[in-house]
């Protein structure tokens, strides 16, 4: 099934390129069917590029997905034409009466900030307590997912010195997941960031549960025992040449940045990189979607409480 965006979306054209089923406002319309309503509060300064990320994940599912792009009010990108975020964004006051299947909050460049410093701090925290009770599930991308275990469960993030860069194997630690379906034993996915949490600190509270590690990145997927909150510390979504542009960019910079681990064949910045992660990122969105928000959240979407969503 499709996947509902506006029709004017950059985005669009991109995945309609990749022979991805995009649907217009217009003609999803004339579907008597309730597709599934999925808000994106999107942190990231390149707004554009993971719009395009996430829809092309959100797209591979027979489910009908409804995409709605959240932005925030205390805080407005420089990185991103003002047009563009008036045509296909809201922001908090304009849905904080409506209710959704499930949510997706990204990361944001962030590390070595405190949280309480963070421009729209008191925002996001206002936006993650309203989800308790008008989400019905909701997945935490890399800087949003330290945030949310720290305002949810108290825990602080690390920094992590040098920056975690490059695609790295996971192990699945809770087999028999309906989040893993599919997977291989060992799967690999791309980390970019400078902050860790330990696997310590998510054994010591009884309602999380870690659901994936790395060797070499540690914890990359907790979730809560009743599944309507998700922390994912990867980036499966990520494209073939973020982690790439990235490096260059730290690079521009002066940083001397690390050349991404397991990423350039022969860890050659000249050669074109080659992608290892596509099929778990598509899986675990999918699953995501299939499992733990089409299969338990109410038809009616204003009955949505704060009772779990399963296992």
């Not at 299947?101 to 729209?120: S, W």
């Not at 936006?127 to 935490?140: D, F, L």
């Not at 899986?283 to 338990?296: E, I, M, P």
Request: aromatic letters at 12%.
């Amino acid at each position: 099934m499709p996947i509902k965006i506006p029709d004017a979306l950059p985005a669009k054209g991109i995945l309609e390129s990749e022979n991805i089923f995009v649907m217009t406002e217009y003609r999803a319309l004339h579907q008597d069917i309730r597709p599934l309503s999925v808000l994106i509060l999107n942190l990231m300064p390149t707004k554009e590029v993971t719009e395009t990320q996430l829809l092309r994940k959100l797209s591979n599912t027979p489910l009908q997905i409804e995409v709605e792009f959240l932005q925030t009010a205390s805080y407005v990108p420089t990185h991103v034409d003002a047009g563009h975020l008036n045509m296909f964004y809201k922001t908090f006051d304009e849905i904080k009466d409506r209710n959704y299947d499930g949510m997706i909050i990204t990361g944001a460049p962030l590390d070595f900030i405190p949280f309480e410093k963070v421009d729209y701090w008191k925002e996001l925290c206002t936006i993650m307590e309203w989800g308790k009770t008008h989400v019905h599930s909701t997945m935490h991308i890399c800087w949003a997912a330290y945030a949310g275990l720290y305002y949810f469960y108290g825990i602080q993030k690390r920094d992590r010195l040098p920056k975690l860069s490059g695609v790295y194997p996971h192990v699945i630690r809770k087999h028999g997941s309906p989040l893993f379906r599919g997977f291989d034993d060992v799967f690999y996915a791309p980390h970019s960031r400078a902050t860790e949490i330990l696997e310590e600190q998510i054994l010591g509270v009884p309602e999380l549960e870690i659901m994936a590690t790395s060797p070499e990145a540690g914890v990359a997927i907790v979730k809560t025992t009743d599944s309507r909150h998700f922390f994912v510390t990867c980036h499966p979504e990520y494209d073939y040449n973020t982690l790439q542009l990235e490096y260059e960019r730290d690079l521009a910079k002066g940083l001397e940045p690390l050349v991404p681990v397991n990423y350039f064949p022969g860890d050659d910045p000249t050669k074109r990189p080659i992608v290892t992660w596509r099929s778990t990122g598509q899986l675990l969105y999918s699953n995501w979607l299939n499992f733990y928000v089409y299969q338990t959240t109410p038809y009616e979407l204003r009955s949505i409480s704060g009772d779990g969503a399963g296992k």
